[in-house]
């Protein structure tokens, strides 16, 4: 069974705070990786793709370490409007190249 | 655009009833996904569609459940008879090339 595997949480950080979030996957024919954020009785949305040189996004900085086969999320100076649930996301190659597999994601709330 | 659109946004019903939950997927995409969300196992791929046609329905759980996709503008899940363990939020999705586009989902309740 194809597995994307992150801690639930929660993570409870203050506001302006520095937290990070890892997730491993089982499959190392893994192609493409995703952080999605879902907010509270929200659908998931896109929040950056993960590429294997790193790449950052404002406030937000995405990992991955292929030879490991883990993702990490750092968000950096957090804010009250980032709570949310963050889920970790792995596309497979092959056959089924288009759908996305999730974890069950990692809660956080940053508190005033 | 409009985004994804599901309909209904909650739906409760009584054990044994069916349940018919539909999709209308983005413009222009060409594959549609169907999840069902809970808190113990999260996000769970039912069945996915590629240009309208089931490519990958081993998420389905049992023969309870079934997805039609007549055209690219519409899809529908059907469940038939409900029980209480399908309770939970099911989205609906649709793509092209990748970045998936998630319906606001239809919270499904079966008492």
């Known amino acids: 069974r194809k597995e994307v595997e992150q801690d639930p949480g929660p993570f409870n950080v203050p506001e302006g705070a520095t937290v990070a979030f890892n997730c491993t996957y089982s499959?190392?024919?893994?192609?493409?990786f995703f952080w999605y954020r879902q907010d509270c009785r929200k659908e998931p949305k896109l929040l950056m793709s993960?590429?294997?040189s790193g790449n950052e996004d404002g406030r937000f900085t995405a990992q991955l370490n292929r030879a490991s086969q883990y993702i990490s999320l750092l968000i950096r100076d957090s804010k009250l409007s980032d709570s949310a649930t963050y889920l970790c996301?792995?596309?497979?190659?092959?056959?089924?190249?288009?759908?996305?597999?999730f974890g069950k994601g990692t809660k956080l709330s940053v508190i005033p | 655009d409009a985004g994804v659109i599901q309909s209904p946004r909650h739906e409760v019903t009584e054990m044994g009833q069916e349940v018919t939950l539909r999709c209308k997927p983005i413009?222009?995409?060409?594959?549609l996904f169907w999840y069902r969300q809970t808190m113990m196992r999260g996000l769970e791929l039912l069945i996915y569609?590629?240009?309208?046609?089931?490519?990958?329905d081993s998420g389905m759980p049992e023969d309870r459940f079934s997805a039609k996709m007549p055209n690219a503008s519409f899809s529908t899940l059907k469940i038939q008879p409900s029980e209480p363990r399908d309770s939970a939020v099911y989205f609906c999705?649709?793509?092209f090339g990748g970045g998936y586009t998630f319906g606001s989902g239809t919270r499904l309740t079966v008492v």
């Open positions: 499959n190392s024919a893994s192609q493409s």
């Open positions: 569609f590629n240009n309208n046609v089931p490519i990958d």
């Open positions: 999705a649709s793509s």
């Open positions: 413009s222009g995409h060409n594959s």
């Open positions: 993960v590429y294997s």
């Open positions: 996301v792995v596309r497979y190659s092959g056959a089924g190249s288009y759908q996305l597999t």
